[in-house]
T-cell receptor, first 114, second 117 residues
Framework: AQSVTQPDIHITVSEGASLELRCNYS??????LFWYVQSPGQGLQLLLK??????LVQGIKGFEAEFKRSQSSFNLRKPSVHWSDAAEYFC????????????FGGGTRVLVKP | GAVVSQHPSWVICKSGTSVKIECRSL??????MFWYRQFPKQSLMLMAT?????????EQGVEKDKFLINHASLTLSTLTVTSAHPEDSSFYIC?????????????FGQGTRLTVV
Protein backbone atom coordinates (compact mmCIF):
# COMPACT_ATOMS: atom_id res chain seq x y z
CA ALA A 1 0.00 0.00 0.00
CA GLN A 2 1.10 3.53 -0.63
CA SER A 3 2.23 5.83 2.16
CA VAL A 4 3.68 9.28 2.71
CA THR A 5 5.94 10.19 5.60
CA GLN A 6 6.89 13.64 6.78
CA PRO A 7 9.56 13.01 9.42
CA ASP A 8 9.46 16.46 10.97
CA ILE A 9 6.35 17.34 12.97
CA HIS A 10 7.55 20.85 13.80
CA ILE A 11 10.20 23.08 12.31
CA THR A 12 11.16 26.50 13.63
CA VAL A 13 13.06 28.80 11.33
CA SER A 14 14.14 32.42 11.53
CA GLU A 15 12.68 34.87 9.09
CA GLY A 16 14.98 35.19 6.11
CA ALA A 17 16.56 31.79 6.65
CA SER A 18 16.17 28.88 4.30
CA LEU A 19 13.61 26.14 4.82
CA GLU A 20 13.52 22.51 3.81
CA LEU A 21 10.65 20.16 4.55
CA ARG A 22 11.16 16.48 4.06
CA CYS A 23 8.77 14.07 2.41
CA ASN A 24 9.28 10.39 1.70
CA TYR A 25 6.84 8.18 -0.13
CA SER A 26 6.24 4.54 -0.72
CA UNK A 27 4.46 3.56 -3.92
CA UNK A 28 4.99 0.85 -6.48
CA UNK A 29 4.51 2.97 -9.58
CA UNK A 30 5.46 6.43 -10.77
CA UNK A 31 4.06 8.82 -8.20
CA UNK A 32 2.11 12.00 -8.67
CA LEU A 33 3.27 14.16 -5.79
CA PHE A 34 1.95 17.36 -4.30
CA TRP A 35 2.75 19.88 -1.61
CA TYR A 36 -0.08 21.77 0.04
CA VAL A 37 -0.10 24.54 2.63
CA GLN A 38 -2.82 25.06 5.19
CA SER A 39 -3.30 28.15 7.33
CA PRO A 40 -5.24 27.73 10.60
CA GLY A 41 -8.93 27.05 10.01
CA GLN A 42 -8.52 27.07 6.26
CA GLY A 43 -8.59 24.60 3.42
CA LEU A 44 -5.54 23.48 1.49
CA GLN A 45 -3.71 25.52 -1.09
CA LEU A 46 -1.60 23.80 -3.71
CA LEU A 47 2.04 24.92 -3.70
CA LEU A 48 3.34 22.69 -6.47
CA LYS A 49 3.04 19.29 -8.05
CA UNK A 50 5.19 16.72 -9.82
CA UNK A 51 3.95 14.34 -12.46
CA UNK A 52 6.94 13.69 -14.70
CA UNK A 53 9.79 15.41 -16.49
CA UNK A 54 12.08 17.87 -14.78
CA UNK A 55 12.67 16.67 -11.25
CA LEU A 56 13.01 20.20 -9.88
CA VAL A 57 9.57 21.76 -9.69
CA GLN A 58 8.83 25.41 -9.12
CA GLY A 59 5.74 26.46 -7.25
CA ILE A 60 4.00 29.50 -5.91
CA LYS A 61 5.25 31.78 -3.13
CA GLY A 62 8.90 31.04 -3.99
CA PHE A 63 8.74 27.35 -3.13
CA GLU A 64 10.40 24.56 -5.06
CA ALA A 65 10.63 20.81 -4.62
CA GLU A 66 12.94 18.15 -5.94
CA PHE A 67 11.82 14.65 -6.82
CA LYS A 68 14.47 12.01 -6.16
CA ARG A 69 13.34 8.59 -7.22
CA SER A 70 16.40 6.84 -5.77
CA GLN A 71 15.57 8.23 -2.34
CA SER A 72 11.78 8.11 -2.70
CA SER A 73 11.74 11.72 -1.64
CA PHE A 74 10.05 14.95 -2.64
CA ASN A 75 11.48 17.62 -0.36
CA LEU A 76 10.15 21.15 -0.34
CA ARG A 77 12.47 24.14 -0.12
CA LYS A 78 12.37 27.89 0.11
CA PRO A 79 15.54 30.00 0.09
CA SER A 80 14.27 32.78 2.34
CA VAL A 81 11.30 32.38 4.63
CA HIS A 82 8.79 35.14 5.34
CA TRP A 83 6.68 35.39 8.48
CA SER A 84 3.61 34.66 6.36
CA ASP A 85 5.02 31.20 5.58
CA ALA A 86 4.13 30.03 9.09
CA ALA A 87 1.55 27.31 8.45
CA GLU A 88 1.04 23.58 8.20
CA TYR A 89 2.52 21.87 5.16
CA PHE A 90 1.31 18.58 3.74
CA CYS A 91 2.97 16.32 1.22
CA UNK A 92 0.57 14.07 -0.71
CA UNK A 93 0.67 11.27 -3.23
CA UNK A 94 -2.06 10.81 -5.81
CA UNK A 95 -3.27 7.46 -7.05
CA UNK A 96 -4.58 8.08 -10.54
CA UNK A 97 -5.97 4.57 -10.77
CA UNK A 98 -8.11 5.30 -7.71
CA UNK A 99 -9.80 8.33 -9.19
CA UNK A 100 -7.19 10.81 -8.02
CA UNK A 101 -7.31 9.66 -4.43
CA UNK A 102 -4.75 11.48 -2.28
CA UNK A 103 -2.70 9.97 0.51
CA PHE A 104 -1.37 12.61 2.87
CA GLY A 105 1.67 12.75 5.07
CA GLY A 106 1.23 13.70 8.70
CA GLY A 107 2.10 17.31 8.07
CA THR A 108 4.88 19.62 9.24
CA ARG A 109 4.08 22.74 11.22
CA VAL A 110 6.40 25.61 10.40
CA LEU A 111 6.98 28.35 12.93
CA VAL A 112 8.80 31.49 11.85
CA LYS A 113 10.81 33.48 14.39
CA PRO A 114 11.20 37.20 13.82
CA GLY B 1 -6.87 27.02 -10.43
CA ALA B 2 -10.38 25.65 -10.20
CA VAL B 3 -12.74 26.83 -7.49
CA VAL B 4 -14.41 24.59 -4.96
CA SER B 5 -16.79 26.20 -2.53
CA GLN B 6 -17.75 24.58 0.74
CA HIS B 7 -20.66 25.73 2.85
CA PRO B 8 -21.07 26.49 5.65
CA SER B 9 -17.61 27.45 6.84
CA TRP B 10 -18.63 26.77 10.41
CA VAL B 11 -21.69 25.35 12.13
CA ILE B 12 -22.75 24.68 15.69
CA CYS B 13 -25.49 22.16 16.30
CA LYS B 14 -27.12 20.40 19.19
CA SER B 15 -26.37 16.80 19.97
CA GLY B 16 -28.79 14.49 18.19
CA THR B 17 -29.49 16.76 15.26
CA SER B 18 -28.26 16.37 11.68
CA VAL B 19 -26.02 18.74 9.77
CA LYS B 20 -25.54 19.02 6.03
CA ILE B 21 -22.35 20.32 4.45
CA GLU B 22 -22.24 21.26 0.79
CA CYS B 23 -19.31 21.09 -1.59
CA ARG B 24 -19.66 22.76 -4.98
CA SER B 25 -17.33 22.94 -7.94
CA LEU B 26 -17.97 26.38 -9.36
CA UNK B 27 -16.17 26.34 -12.68
CA UNK B 28 -15.70 22.72 -13.65
CA UNK B 29 -17.49 19.40 -13.60
CA UNK B 30 -16.41 17.30 -10.67
CA UNK B 31 -16.69 13.64 -11.53
CA UNK B 32 -15.15 12.66 -8.22
CA MET B 33 -15.38 14.33 -4.85
CA PHE B 34 -13.59 13.40 -1.67
CA TRP B 35 -14.54 14.07 1.93
CA TYR B 36 -11.89 14.37 4.61
CA ARG B 37 -11.96 14.82 8.32
CA GLN B 38 -9.18 16.62 10.16
CA PHE B 39 -8.64 16.59 13.90
CA PRO B 40 -6.71 19.44 15.53
CA LYS B 41 -3.03 19.42 14.64
CA GLN B 42 -3.43 16.25 12.60
CA SER B 43 -3.40 15.32 8.96
CA LEU B 44 -6.40 14.80 6.73
CA MET B 45 -8.18 11.48 7.01
CA LEU B 46 -10.10 10.40 3.94
CA MET B 47 -13.65 9.46 4.85
CA ALA B 48 -15.17 8.63 1.50
CA THR B 49 -14.98 9.03 -2.25
CA UNK B 50 -18.07 9.92 -4.20
CA UNK B 51 -18.61 9.67 -7.92
CA UNK B 52 -21.44 11.49 -9.58
CA UNK B 53 -24.56 9.36 -9.81
CA UNK B 54 -23.27 6.42 -7.81
CA UNK B 55 -22.93 5.40 -4.21
CA UNK B 56 -20.02 6.70 -2.22
CA UNK B 57 -17.12 4.46 -1.31
CA UNK B 58 -16.32 4.71 2.37
CA GLU B 59 -12.95 4.14 3.97
CA GLN B 60 -12.60 1.44 6.55
CA GLY B 61 -13.94 2.45 9.91
CA VAL B 62 -16.19 5.23 8.62
CA GLU B 63 -19.85 4.68 9.39
CA LYS B 64 -21.81 5.11 6.18
CA ASP B 65 -25.11 5.46 8.01
CA LYS B 66 -23.74 8.27 10.11
CA PHE B 67 -21.96 10.17 7.37
CA LEU B 68 -24.33 10.26 4.42
CA ILE B 69 -22.78 11.37 1.17
CA ASN B 70 -24.72 12.35 -1.92
CA HIS B 71 -23.19 13.33 -5.25
CA ALA B 72 -26.28 13.97 -7.32
CA SER B 73 -24.75 16.30 -9.89
CA LEU B 74 -21.39 17.08 -11.42
CA THR B 75 -21.12 20.25 -9.36
CA LEU B 76 -22.48 19.30 -5.96
CA SER B 77 -21.74 16.77 -3.27
CA THR B 78 -23.17 16.84 0.23
CA LEU B 79 -22.09 15.30 3.50
CA THR B 80 -24.76 14.88 6.14
CA VAL B 81 -23.69 14.10 9.67
CA THR B 82 -26.69 12.35 11.15
CA SER B 83 -27.54 12.30 14.84
CA ALA B 84 -24.43 14.30 15.59
CA HIS B 85 -22.60 13.87 18.86
CA PRO B 86 -19.78 15.88 20.43
CA GLU B 87 -17.21 13.37 19.17
CA ASP B 88 -18.23 14.27 15.62
CA SER B 89 -16.92 17.79 16.19
CA SER B 90 -14.13 18.27 13.71
CA PHE B 91 -12.96 20.10 10.61
CA TYR B 92 -14.42 18.60 7.44
CA ILE B 93 -12.86 19.32 4.05
CA CYS B 94 -13.98 18.35 0.58
CA UNK B 95 -12.00 18.17 -2.61
CA UNK B 96 -13.01 17.69 -6.20
CA UNK B 97 -11.44 16.30 -9.31
CA UNK B 98 -13.00 16.48 -12.71
CA UNK B 99 -13.01 16.81 -16.44
CA UNK B 100 -11.37 19.03 -18.97
CA UNK B 101 -7.94 19.49 -17.53
CA UNK B 102 -9.15 19.24 -13.98
CA UNK B 103 -8.31 15.57 -13.76
CA UNK B 104 -4.69 15.85 -12.70
CA UNK B 105 -5.19 17.26 -9.25
CA UNK B 106 -7.77 17.67 -6.52
CA UNK B 107 -9.11 21.10 -5.67
CA PHE B 108 -10.02 21.78 -2.08
CA GLY B 109 -12.84 23.62 -0.42
CA GLN B 110 -12.26 25.98 2.48
CA GLY B 111 -13.40 23.46 5.07
CA THR B 112 -16.26 23.37 7.57
CA ARG B 113 -15.74 23.57 11.31
CA LEU B 114 -18.45 21.49 12.98
CA THR B 115 -19.05 21.87 16.69
CA VAL B 116 -21.64 19.65 18.35
CA VAL B 117 -22.82 20.83 21.77
Amino acid sequence: AQSVTQPDIHITVSEGASLELRCNYSYGATPYLFWYVQSPGQGLQLLLKYFSGDTLVQGIKGFEAEFKRSQSSFNLRKPSVHWSDAAEYFCALMIKAAGNKLTFGGGTRVLVKP
Amino acid sequence: GAVVSQHPSWVICKSGTSVKIECRSLDFQATTMFWYRQFPKQSLMLMATSNEGSKATYEQGVEKDKFLINHASLTLSTLTVTSAHPEDSSFYICSASGLGGRDTEAFFGQGTRLTVV
